[in-house]
């Protein structure tokens, strides 16, 4: 057997009116927290999704970005070329080089799909949004202006205590101990041959190890002289005089 409902209670007619007018005149004696803006700027959040910056140096246009969109707004074009090889006797190699990278802001939806699936840290976020357009065909941005946005991007946050280092920061350091290896073993080649040179420029002692001085020839190894003998002065009248 059902329960019996409980009774309802009684509303008195008017009620939601005098409840919504209250709130009307609560929110009346408050101060206004609109913004004047673009006199205020709006304080966003670090990571929010404005427009989507662009680092071509990590693009390996593997494709993943533009095949995962849903919205088929990023236009990719590139071609190949052979790399030669880096040792001696080694394979050349082929990579695929960037020629064009756009995307339709028109078109977007900001889901971040690209930036997830991208596998090389090539798509960030930036917080700017004052990019507005009276040209449609204005909002679709090449790979200049996607580059532009990635100095608005924010820096990352600080990573734990403890924590391994990024590999990116870790393969740019180590390129900039190779270059600074390289560098140093050249400028030590560049002073090697200066001084090698310095000493070819300068002249080769006499043969047979003898010096002259004063037209006397002096023989080193036997230490014998030889040569003219100084003429000798005359004598003075008057000393024999005296």
């Not at 533009?66 to 006797?89: F, L, M, N, Q």
């Not at 990019?131 to 679709?140: P, Q, V």
């Not at 003898?210 to 000393?239: A, I, L, R, V």
Request: proline share 11%.
């Amino acid at each position: 057997m059902a329960e019996p409902l409980p009774p309802t209670r009684s509303r008195i007619p008017g009620s939601g009116l005098a409840k919504g007018l209250a709130v009307t005149l609560r929110t009346m004696t408050k101060k206004t927290v609109t913004a004047q803006y673009p006199d205020a700027q709006p304080e966003l959040p670090p990571r929010s999704r404005g427009v989507i910056g662009l680092f071509e140096e990590n693009c390996t246009v593997c494709m993943l970005c533009a095949r995962e969109c849903p919205d088929w707004c990023i236009y990719i074009d590139s071609h190949k070329e052979t790399v030669p090889p880096t040792a001696p006797g080694g394979r050349e190699r082929s990579r695929n080089v960037l020629d064009r990278f756009a995307i339709d802001f028109s078109l977007c939806m900001y889901c971040g799909i690209c930036i997830e699936v991208c596998p090389f840290d090539a798509l960030f976020w930036s917080p700017e949004f004052e990019y507005a357009e009276t040209d449609i065909h204005e909002l679709t941005h090449e790979r200049d202006k996607l580059r532009e946005w990635m100095w608005t991007v924010p820096a990352p946050p600080a990573l734990d205590p403890g924590a391994e280092e990024p590999k990116e920061l870790a393969a740019a350091r180590k390129t900039a101990d190779k270059l600074a290896a390289e560098a140093a073993t050249a400028a030590e080649a560049a002073e090697l041959a200066a001084r090698t040179a310095d000493q070819a420029a300068q002249p080769e002692p006499p043969a047979g190890g003898t010096t002259t001085t004063s037209g006397t020839t002096t023989d080193e190894t036997t230490g014998t002289t030889s040569g003219t003998p100084e003429p000798s002065k005359p004598s003075d009248p008057q000393d024999g005089a005296s």
